[in-house]
C-alpha cells in the first residue's frame, strides 16, 4: 500500500512508526515519548506540530476489506507531508489550535469550571427524577383535580381545573377552620334522664332556718358602758349597717373602751344574746309524725304528747349568727310527696324582741346536702312573717365529663378533707384570703371540712375577736366580693372553684298565703294567749292580738313534688370523631380526596424530602474529597 506524504501509518504495516524514524525527520524538532503524549514544545517550531496516532488495541483485528480510520489527536497532531509543512486546507484549525496549546487555560480554572459543569448536570439530573416522580405520583393520586390539572391537555382545559382547584382548596379550608373552632371551644349538650324513687324513699334535704335579728334586745338590759352588756349593746350599735350604710368607726379607742368584750369572738357573743332554739320552734310535724330528736334512729316513733319540736334541731353558725338545722345528718328519707308528708313547721319571730338596729324581720331558709356549709347569704330564700309558705322540693343529680373531653376535674376530692362542693370551696377560698390579711378567720369559718394548713390539718386557726371582726374581717368578705381586695400590691385573682363531675341539689318552687285567715283569727288570738298565759284583751299590753300575730308568727311546709330524681347529664357534643367526619367531608367533596389521598401524599412528601436528602450527602461527600 502507498503510504502518504503525512506520518499516517496504515494497517499494513504490523507495527507503527519508531520514534527514532520519526526523530530522524527532523530530531532538532521532537522530543516524543513513542506513546502518543503530548510532545514537548519548542518555541522555535511555532508552526510545525506533527500527529501521532494513537496505538490501536491489541484486540482489534483490522480487516483488509474495510479498513477504520486511524485515531488522531487532531488538538496536538496535524496532517502534513513528508517534508514537514502544514496542508494549505488546515491552516485556519491548525492556527487556533496552536493559539490555544500557547495559551492553556490555568489548571485551577479548568477544575473550577468542571465542577460547575457536575454541578449542573447533576442538579439537571434532579430536576428530572422530581419532574418524573412528580408525574407519576399525579397519575396514581386519588385526588381528581391533580390528576387533571398535570394532564396532557390543552393549557385552557388546565387553567379552569386549577381555577376550580383553588376555589374548592380555599373554601374547604375554610370550613376545616371552622369546624377547628367549634371542636376547640369545647360544645356541650344536656342529656335528662328521670329516676323512680327506691324502696327506701329520697333523701330529704338538710333544712337550716336563720332568724334575720341576731341579737336579742331582752338581753342588754342595762346601758351601762361600764358593764359587759352595756359594752357589747353600744359596740354592736355603732358597728352594725343601718339602711345599708356602714357606719364610721374609730376602732383606736376601741381597747380602752370596750375593755371587756373586744377580746372576745363574735360566736361567744351570739351564743349568749341571740334567739333560742326554743323561742324559734314551736311546731315540727315531719311524714305527719312529731319531729324526732336528732339522734334517733329512722325506725324510732315519737310520743305525740311528750315530743319536743326543738329536738330534731342542731345549732350551727353561718353568716346570719346562730342558725339551726333540721336533719343535719342526711339519715331522713321520705316516700311519699305532699305537704301532709313533708316537714311543717311554725317559727316564732319575737319581733318585739328585735335589736334596735335590725331593719328587716323574718327568717333565711336554705335547702342543701348535709355535707355542705351552709351559704345561707347566698343561696337561702326568706320568709316573711304573718305568711303561710310551701316549698316544693325535687331532687336533683349533675353528672359531668371528666377532663379533657369536659369540664370537670376528676382529682378534686383529693383537695378536700371531705366531699368536695363549691361552697367549701369558695369558703375555703375566703378563709385563705382572710387569714393572710387579718391573721385570722372569722367564727362561722371554723368548720372540719375547712382545711388551712396544709399537711396539718390538726392546726386550728385563730378566730377572729371583735375587733378584728368589724375592721379587718369585714372588709375582705367586701374587697373579695367587689374584686378589688389586694394583698401585697396585687389583686386577689377570683375564686377557681370548678363544679364537681357528679353532685346533687335540691331546687325548689315557693308560694305564700296569709297566716292566719280572718276566719280562724278569734280561734288563733285564744290558742296563742292560753299558751303565753295572758288575756286576750285589747287593753292589755302584754295580750296577743290578730296583729301581734302576724308579726311574729309564720308557718312553712317543706314537701317533695315529685319522689323522681332527675338527672341531668352534661357531655361534649362534638367530639374528635365529629371533627374527623367533617374534615374529611370537605375534602372529598370538595377536593376528591380521602384517608388514601393523604396516604399518598405523605409517603410522596416522604420520598422527596429522603431523595433531596440523598442529594445533598451525595454532594457534601463530593466536596469532602475535593477538599482532600
Request: net charge neutral.
Amino acid at each position: 500500500m502507498k503510504k502518504s506524504a503525512s506520518l499516517e501509518w496504515s494497517y499494513d504495516n504490523e507495527q507503527p512508526p519508531s520514534v527514532q524514524e520519526i526523530s530522524s525527520r527532523d530530531e532538532s524538532a521532537f522530543d516524543m515519548t513513542g506513546r502518543g503524549e503530548r510532545p514537548t514544545y519548542y518555541p522555535y517550531l511555532e508552526h510545525y506540530q506533527p500527529s501521532y496516532p494513537a496505538r490501536p488495541k491489541p484486540h482489534r483485528t483490522p480487516t483488509r476489506n474495510k479498513r477504520p480510520e486511524p485515531k488522531v489527536n487532531n488538538k496536538y497532531h496535524t496532517h502534513s507531508d513528508q517534508s514537514g509543512s502544514l496542508s494549505d486546507s488546515d491552516d485556519d484549525r491548525n492556527a487556533k489550535e496552536a493559539d490555544q496549546f500557547m495559551e492553556p487555560e490555568p489548571p485551577k480554572r479548568k477544575k473550577k469550571a468542571k465542577r460547575r459543569a457536575n454541578r449542573a448536570a447533576l442538579e439537571q439530573k434532579r430536576q428530572e427524577i422530581e419532574m418524573e416522580t412528580f408525574k407519576e405520583f399525579a397519575s396514581t393520586v386519588t385526588a381528581d383535580y391533580l390528576a387533571e390539572m398535570c394532564s396532557k391537555a390543552s393549557n385552557g382545559r388546565r387553567l379552569i381545573w386549577v381555577s376550580l382547584w383553588l376555589a374548592s382548596f380555599v373554601y374547604a379550608w375554610y370550613n376545616i377552620a371552622l369546624s377547628i373552632g367549634v371542636y376547640m371551644s369545647k360544645p356541650t349538650a344536656t342529656k335528662l334522664n328521670f329516676y323512680e324513687a327506691s324502696s327506701d324513699g329520697v333523701t330529704f334535704p338538710t333544712v337550716t332556718i336563720c332568724n334575720f335579728n341576731k341579737f336579742n334586745k331582752s338581753y342588754f338590759d342595762t346601758d351601762d358602758i361600764t358593764t359587759k352588756k352595756g359594752q357589747l349593746k353600744d359596740f354592736l350599735k355603732i358597728t352594725t349597717p343601718i339602711w345599708g350604710h356602714k357606719q364610721e368607726l374609730d376602732s383606736a379607742s376601741w381597747d380602752t373602751k370596750y375593755d371587756k368584750i373586744v377580746q372576745q369572738s363574735m360566736k361567744d357573743a351570739l351564743q349568749t344574746a341571740s334567739h333560742s332554739l326554743e323561742g324559734t320552734v314551736e311546731f315540727c310535724k315531719f311524714s305527719g309524725k312529731p319531729c324526732l330528736p336528732a339522734d334517733a334512729s329512722p325506725g324510732d316513733v315519737a310520743d305525740v304528747e311528750d315530743a319536743d319540736p326543738t329536738a330534731a334541731f342542731n345549732p350551727v353558725f353561718t353568716e346570719h349568727g346562730l342558725c339551726y338545722s333540721f336533719n343535719q345528718n342526711g339519715n331522713l328519707t321520705m316516700s311519699r310527696t305532699g305537704a301532709l308528708y313533708g316537714l311543717s313547721l311554725r317559727l316564732h319571730v319575737a319581733q318585739d324582741d328585735y335589736f334596735e338596729t335590725q331593719d328587716v324581720a323574718g327568717f333565711k331558709v336554705l335547702l342543701h346536702n348535709s355535707y355542705e356549709p351552709p351559704m345561707i347569704e347566698e343561696y337561702g330564700f326568706a320568709l316573711r312573717p304573718g305568711s303561710e309558705t310551701y316549698v316544693r322540693i325535687r331532687l336533683q343529680k349533675y353528672k359531668d365529663t371528666p377532663r379533657p373531653l369536659g369540664y370537670c376535674d376528676p382529682y378534686l376530692e383529693d383537695q378536700f378533707s371531705t366531699n368536695y362542693t363549691i361552697s367549701v370551696c369558695v369558703m375555703q377560698y375566703r378563709a385563705i384570703n382572710m387569714l393572710k390579711v387579718c391573721g385570722c378567720i372569722t367564727f362561722y369559718m371554723d368548720r372540719p371540712d375547712i382545711v388551712l394548713s396544709e399537711g396539718k390539718p390538726y392546726m386550728k386557726p385563730k378566730i377572729c375577736n371583735l375587733k378584728e371582726e368589724r375592721t379587718c374581717a369585714d372588709n375582705v368578705l367586701e374587697g373579695l366580693a367587689l374584686g378589688t381586695l389586694k394583698i401585697d400590691g396585687e389583686k386577689v385573682p377570683e375564686p377557681d372553684c370548678p363544679s364537681p363531675c357528679v353532685y346533687t341539689t335540691y331546687t325548689y318552687t315557693v308560694s305564700q298565703s296569709e297566716y292566719p285567715s280572718s276566719a280562724v283569727k278569734d280561734k288563733v288570738v285564744e290558742e296563742v294567749n292560753r299558751q303565753k298565759g295572758t288575756s286576750p284583751g285589747e287593753d292589755d299590753a302584754s295580750s296577743w292580738t290578730i296583729e301581734r300575730i302576724r308579726d311574729n308568727y309564720l308557718k312553712v311546709h317543706i314537701y317533695f313534688e315529685e319522689l323522681s330524681t332527675l338527672e341531668m347529664e352534661r357531655h361534649p357534643s362534638y367530639l374528635i370523631s365529629n371533627l374527623i367526619g367533617d374534615v374529611g367531608g370537605q375534602l372529598g367533596l370538595l377536593l376528591g380526596m380521602n384517608i388514601c389521598s393523604l396516604v399518598q401524599f405523605t409517603d410522596y412528601i416522604v420520598r422527596f424530602s429522603f431523595f433531596k436528602g440523598f442529594m445533598s450527602l451525595v454532594r457534601l461527600y463530593k466536596a469532602r474529597r475535593r477538599n482532600k
